[in-house]
Structures are given as structure tokens and as C-alpha cells.
């Protein structure tokens, strides 16, 4: 159930004519009265007899009563009320039961006390009421209607319980602002999927993901194609930004501007300079840049992404409140910045988990930033790494730094969770959805080639790296031996035994440091752990050197070996 207080009014006959009306594209069906002030209210939907302009008079009498200072400037109060597309439909007096929990916990009307704003709800549609209320009184008592959004967003919560309808996450005021609806008609009109408003903000985070100054951020929005407008004091200093995306324009054939913070409470001008801790904002970009290492390969940028979730793991789950948020937030920059650079084959995913995270990057735990700065700097080397190909090494890197996000996701759902944030820990679980997706395209190609090699390895070489496994961590070596993705673990575990590694210690180390339970194979997960922990290529492209001479593959034919000491 989704209440919605929208502007307030002035016209109580103009928003009756609405309520009444056919509606924009004919949805209004059988308008009518549920609920009034009074049970008595004149219905024009369903008594022929009644006008609109009966009930307008009677909705604003109490203000003929009032002078000019006791009236409201804006004195028409509109609330509407849906329900979701998967809810059973409501009867009209639950809905007139619904309509008055409403007015009673926004301060409208208490029907305990007796005394109130005159109010109506009206129903023109199966799943939604509007509630239409006067601002005054006759003795010119105003209602208090100070956090009103919030008491009837924890009045739904209980209606849904009480209803037996779809319950929606609490929310805790750090979301973006919702589009309205006539920006969701204007786009509709347009032909775009999202609104101007929803694709600033997107075009905005992505400007900002891994930025060191101000004039970078300004010169990606540029690049990006926004209309961007600031606004200086008389000092000369920068007080704020607002961006407009071209051709969307007003009535007047102006473009229309959002602030940042409008787009989302941290995308202000002050709190994007709270990601720059650390960094001297008085130089330059030029001298920013020479201070710069030389831009990585797309491959480079995204094994030190992974190294920078790995090592993020471990704060989110044991560091500090301020400090593992600033690391949740500085995740939703890395998300940013690997969908705007990903292949093909894995940006829509990946561009779905970026928007469902942003709404996990926010909670009222103010993030400390400065300590998250290995995790800015791998979403800057993404940014200046440039696209990756998605095949070769580019594309088994790709698949490296999913994985490693994918946990860091997870665990930032559960620190949301702890912490009894509902709406930040579903949208962190969504996003690691839509990362398990990306992942599984990104990793198809390379876990192949490993599990070719896999199957090439000799009975002597195999047999070693079962004991491995056996040695390292028996109490998931049944499980591991028995997966598809042995063959490529097996390659792995070798690849680190020629580099000079003890592939056992490397294997219990992976497995000690993070969990596993979230994986769908434990074997694919502890392979690119393995070959970042070691330095491994995470493509291999050359098999011939791993060909074994028999010709045989071990891993195919025969079942797993069982230790000899269990």
C-alpha cells in the first residue's frame, strides 16, 4: 500500500473535476464517494442530484468563516492511496475504513474526538482512493501536519498486516525523491523508459564515481551531454549545481533543471564534496591528473577492483559504523562505474544491480569518507581503464570483480539488515540478483577454457590436488570434488603450484577469510579467489602448455577419490 501527499492547493472544484472526471486516458471508472467527513457528504458520482459545486461549498465553508490571516494560502490537502498490482481487490467500505485511518493519523480528522478538516475520498479505480481535505476549521484551527508523510506511511504498514496485503519495506526518509506523476506521464508521452529525473540521477552517479574534484565531476557532466547550470556566491566560491537533460522543456520551452539534491539527498554539492576527503581541493585537475598513475588496462582496473571488495568484506563486517558505510556508499560508486564500462553482454545487469544499490548506499549511519578510498580509486580505474572487450582477460577480470562484488553486496545487505534497515538490505539483495546474473555471463567463457585444462591434468597431478583439498578443507571437500567446477579448480589449484605457491594454504585461507553459503558453486568461487590471491592469469589462453600426454580426462571418468585418512 503506497500513500502519497501531493501538493497542496487552491482550487477544491479543479481537483473534485479531476477526481470525478474521466481521467487522462479514460482509467476512471465509476467514480464515487467511499468516505466523508460526515458520512453525509453529497456524492456526484452516484446521486444524480449532487454537483461538484454542492460539495466544493460544503468542503470550503469553514473557510468563508475565517479572515485572511486565519486562512491557509494553499488550503487543499490531496492524498492518494494504491495498492499493489498483486493485492486483492478492496471493498468500498474497506476502503472508507482505510480512507478515515488516514485522515485520523495525518492530523486531517480524528473521528475519536469528533472534531476536523472536512475531508472526502473518492474511488474511480479498483486499487487506489484519493483523499481531498479543507485546511481550516470554523473555529480557524489548523491541523498539525508536521511529519504527516510519515504517519501515514506507518499507517499503511499496519493496514497491510491487518488487510493481509503485500507489505512494503519501512522507509526511513534517505530515498530519492520519486518521480511525480506528471513527470512519469511526461516521459510516458516522450517515449522514454525512465524519467528526466531518474536518468539524471543515473547520469549524474556516474559522473561522480571515482571523480577527484570538482572540475572533473563538472567536465563528466559535460561529456555526458547535460545542460548544467551553477550557482556562486559573491565570493566567487560554488555554492551548488543543477543539471537538465536537453529537449526536456516547459511550458515555456525552457529546459527544466533539478538540483542535486533533489535528485537524491547525496548528490548535493555538499555531500559529493565529502567523497573528496583527503584530496587538496585547491589544486587543479591538471595537476590532479599528473599525480595520477598511468590509466590502467581495462584487465589491471578490474583485478584491483577485486582485491578492493575483497579487502572491503572484512570492514563492512567488522569495522565501524561510519566507516562501513562510507564503504557501502563507495560500492555503489564501483557499481557505477564497472556498468558504464562493461561489455555488452553484461551491462544491463550490471546497469540494474548500479540502480537497485543506490538505494542500499544511503542510510541515516552517516558515512566518514576518507576511509574508503582504495575503493574510490578502483572505480576511478575503471573510469580511465576504459571499456572493456569482454572475451580474453578483460572478460575473465570482468567475471574476477563480479564475483568479489557479488559478496560484497551480500554482506552489505546483512549489515543493513542488522542494523533494521529494511528498504537499504532488500535493494542490496536485489542488486546482488542482478549481479549473480552478470556473473554468470561474464564467467561462461573462462571457467570453460579452466575446466578444459582441468580435465587434461594428469592422474598424478589430479590425485595431488584432491589431497589438496582433502588437507585444506575437508569438511567441504565431498561437496567441492563433486561439482561441475572441480575441473577448473583443479586447474587452478596447479597453475599456483607451478607459480610457486602452497595451494593448500592458498585454499584454506580463501575458504577461512569469507563465506560461502550465498555461492552457487563453491569450486567457481574459490577459483577466482585463488587466481587473484596468486596472481594468476584469469583467462588462460594458451592450453597447450597444459595438455597432458595421456590424452585422458580423469575428472570425467572416474568419481572423486576419498582421503585416505577419513
Known amino acids: ?327 557501502i556508499a563507495a560500492t555503489g560508486e564501483i557499481l557505477d562505474a564497472l556498468a558504464q564500462t562493461s561489455a555488452a553482454r553484461t551491462r544491463q545487469e550490471l546497469r540494474d544491480a548500479a540502480w537497485a544499490f543506490e538505494r542500499a548506499s544511503r542510510s541515516h549511519v552517516r558515512a566518514v569518507r576518507g576511509h574508503d578510498q582504495a575503493l574510490r580509486q578502483a572505480a576511478r580505474d575503471l573510469i580511465h581503464g576504459g571499456p572493456a572487450l569482454g572475451r580474453g582477460e578483460d572478460g575473465a577480470t570482468t567475471a574476477m570483480a563480479i564475483d568479489m562484488l557479488f559478496f560484497l553486496v551480500v554482506v552489505a545487505a546483512h549489515w543493513h539488515a542488522r542494523k533494521g534497515h529494511a528498504q537499504q538490505a532488500h535493494a542490496a539483495e536485489q542488486a546482488a540478483q542482478h549481479l549473480r546474473a552478470a556473473y554468470q555471463d561474464a564467467a561462461e567463457h573462462p571457467l570453460a577454457a579452466l575446466r578444459r585444462r582441468g580435465r587434461r591434468l594428469s592422474h598424478p597431478q589430479l590425485r595431488r590436488q584432491e589431497t589438496c583439498v582433502w588437507e585444506a578443507v575437508p569438511e567441504l571437500a565431498d561437496q567441492i570434488l563433486a561439482e561441475h567446477g572441480w575441473a577448473a579448480l583443479a586447474a587452478t589449484l596447479a597453475d599456483a603450484e607451478a607459480a610457486g605457491h602452497d595451494p593448500a594454504a592458498l585454499l584454506s585461507g580463501a575458504v577461512r577469510r569469507r563465506e560461502l553459503d550465498t555461492a552457487d558453486s563453491i569450486s567457481d568461487v574459490l577459483v577466482w579467489r585463488l587466481r587473484r590471491a596468486a596472481g594468476l592469469p584469469a583467462d588462460p589462453t594458451d592450453d597447450r602448455a597444459h595438455h597432458s600426454r595421456s590424452g585422458t580426462d580423469p575428472v570425467a571418468q572416474r568419481k572423486p577419490r576419498r582421503s585416505p585418512t577419513r
Open 1 to 327: 500500500m503506497v500513500p502519497k501527499i501531493h501538493k497542496r492547493g487552491t482550487r477544491t472544484i479543479g481537483l473534485l473535476y479531476y477526481l470525478y472526471g474521466p481521467g487522462k486516458a479514460e482509467e476512471h471508472i465509476d467514480p464515487h464517494l467511499v468516505a466523508s467527513w460526515d458520512q453525509a457528504a453529497p456524492d456526484p458520482g452516484r446521486d444524480p442530484d449532487a454537483t461538484y459545486k454542492q460539495l466544493q461549498r460544503l468542503l470550503d465553508q469553514p473557510l468563508a468563516l475565517l479572515d485572511d490571516k486565519q486562512r491557509a494560502k494553499k488550503h487543499v490537502w490531496h492524498l492518494s492511496v494504491r495498492n499493489g498490482p498483486a493485492d486483492r481487490i478492496l471493498s468500498d467500505d474497506e476502503w472508507g475504513d482505510i480512507a478515515r485511518r488516514m485522515v485520523a493519523a495525518a492530523g486531517i480528522d480524528d473521528p475519536d474526538q469528533g472534531a476536523g478538516c472536512r475531508w472526502v475520498a473518492v474511488r474511480h479505480a479498483d486499487d487506489h482512493i484519493h483523499i481531498l481535505a479543507t485546511l481550516a476549521r470554523e473555529d480557524g484551527y489548523r491541523p498539525d501536519l508536521d511529519h504527516d508523510a510519515a504517519r501515514v506511511q506507518a499507517a499503511a504498514r499496519l493496514l497491510e498486516q491487518e488487510l493481509g496485503l503485500h507489505r512494503l519495506k519501512p522507509g526511513d526518509g534517505t530515498a530519492a525523491q520519486r518521480p511525480t506523476s506528471a513527470e512519469r506521464h511526461k516521459a510516458a508521452r516522450q517515449g522514454r523508459e525512465r524519467t528526466a529525473r531518474e536518468e539524471l540521477r543515473e547520469t549524474v552517479r556516474r559522473a561522480v564515481a571515482g571523480a577527484l574534484s570538482e572540475a572533473e565531476f563538472f567536465a563528466r557532466l559535460a561529456a555526458a551531454g547535460l545542460l548544467v547550470q551553477t550557482r556562486v556566491a559573491p565570493s566567487g566560491d560554488l555554492l551548488g549545481y543543477k543539471v537538465a537533460l536537453p529537449g526536456d522543456l516547459n511550458k515555456d520551452g525552457e529546459p527544466v533543471y533539478y538540483p542535486g539534491t533533489r535528485l537524491a539527498p547525496d548528490l548535493s554539492l555538499p555531500r559529493i564534496r565529502e567523497r573528496w576527503s583527503g584530496t587538496d581541493h585547491r589544486q587543479d585537475e591538471a595537476e590532479l591528473q599528473s599525480m595520477s598513475p598511468i590509466d590502467p588496462a581495462p584487465s589491471v582496473a578490474r583485478r584491483r577492483t577485486a582485491t578492493a571488495a575483497w579487502e572491503a568484506i572484512v570492514v563492512v563486517e567488522d569495522g565501524e559504523d561510519a566507516v562501513a558505510a562510507a564503504h
